[in-house]
């Protein structure tokens, strides 16, 4: 031992200077997935534990990866990675099953608009609001990621109703070619808007609610290595998530509910790490982060996924029913209709977080009893 080393020194946490928690969850993770799905409802309990776990560690290494790349790059790496391997599963889950999938990609899509523009946002707003009575953010920018929202939530999730090439809530394989090509266009055009041409429209930085200011600057191998661990933890949370769906499917039949819930409750699941980033950064006065990660993950899930299953779609020869029933329809409206009023001004209160929270409630009402 090393009599000259430091208290500050002996005190580092190992593994590249990470917390021995945040490596060792998800790891531990990663083992449980290895075991495979759940046999009873201890087996589920552990797994539901070591899921918080991984998610909690996702958090942690988003937030060092932020502070190392600075905004809005940290929100959009969390945002990219979660919706990445988010599209993953549901492309293996429709080559596995086929034509039962056909409406996985369409409630995928709107549950996640749901959780991130009310759930999220909505929690986001009252928590900040209760602390800090009132918070700012930049307009322009979340002004921009909302059209781009809205357009992207139209033309796949709404638009297919109205179509005539093809029968029912389906497009036909040109029209999917299409809007394959626009949605991925404009989330590319979104991430070059948000990380170059116009990156400071999606900051707003305010010096004494920085919670890193104060803090010494992260080390290049250890953003490398929390890179590298949060990819693990976001891979273990998405399948256990997964893992976890049987018995969830089994619970929700359990109290007769709709299986739609199901689905709702695997989204928040696999959105759950970008939920507490966004709300850890809310309580820290830093809405603008927390507007930044909803909107970026409600455009990535659509940008990205919808280009991915319209592929297995067309080399399969498989149909996706992307259009929603007349309800959620009304219900997107209205989000996207609220949206556009609650974060046109520039700052939120507690206000706009109850209106957002309400209509996520009904959302979820609605499902389980429609």
């Not at 534990?49 to 790059?73: N, R, S, T």
């Not at 429209?201 to 004494?208: A, D, V």
């Amino acid at each position: 031992m090393n009599a000259s080393a430091s208290p500050a020194e002996s005190a580092r946490p190992p593994f590249f200077g990470l917390s021995l928690w945040s490596v060792a969850a998800p790891i531990l993770a990663v083992v449980a997935v290895a075991l495979g799905k759940p046999e009873g409802l201890a087996s589920a309990l552990v797994i539901g534990v070591l899921l918080g776990g991984a998610i909690l560690a996702a958090v942690y290494h988003a937030e060092v990866l932020a502070h190392y790349l600075g905004e809005p790059f940290g929100t959009l790496v969390l945002a990219l990675a979660v919706t990445i391997i988010e599209c993953s599963l549901i492309v293996s889950i429709m080559l596995s099953e086929g034509g039962q999938a056909q409406a996985l990609a369409r409630d995928t899509l709107i549950a996640a608009i749901m959780i991130t523009i009310n759930g999220i946002v909505g929690i986001c707003l009252l928590a900040g609001g209760r602390r800090h009575h009132e918070q700012r953010y930049t307009q322009s920018g979340v002004s921009a990621g909302l059209a781009m929202l809205a357009t992207l939530s139209v033309l796949t999730l709404v638009l297919p109703n109205y179509t005539t090439s093809a029968s029912g809530a389906f497009y036909s394989s040109q029209q999917l070619v299409f809007v394959a090509i626009v949605s991925l266009l404009i989330y590319g055009t979104f991430v070059v808007a948000q990380t170059i041409r116009h990156r400071d429209h999606f900051l707003h930085h305010i010096p004494e609610a920085d919670d890193h200011a104060h803090e010494a600057p992260v080390p290049r191998i250890k953003a490398l290595a929390s890179a590298a661990v949060l990819i693990v933890a976001l891979v273990a949370v998405v399948l256990l998530a997964k893992n976890l769906s049987p018995m969830i499917e089994a619970g929700v039949a359990g109290i007769g509910a709709p299986a739609a819930l199901v689905g709702i409750i695997i989204a928040a699941l696999v959105l759950a790490p970008e939920g507490f980033a966004a709300l850890r950064a809310a309580k820290a006065n830093r809405v603008q982060t927390s507007l930044n990660l909803a909107i970026g993950s409600a455009l990535a899930t659509i940008g990205l996924t919808i280009p991915a299953v319209a592929i297995v779609a067309l080399v399969l020869g498989l149909e996706l029913e992307l259009g929603l029933s007349m309800r959620t329809t009304v219900l997107l409206a209205l989000t996207l209709l609220v949206a556009t009023l609650t974060l046109g001004r520039g700052r939120t209160t507690v206000v706009q977080g109850v209106i957002h929270l309400t209509i996520f409630a009904t959302y979820l009402f609605t499902t389980i009893v429609p």
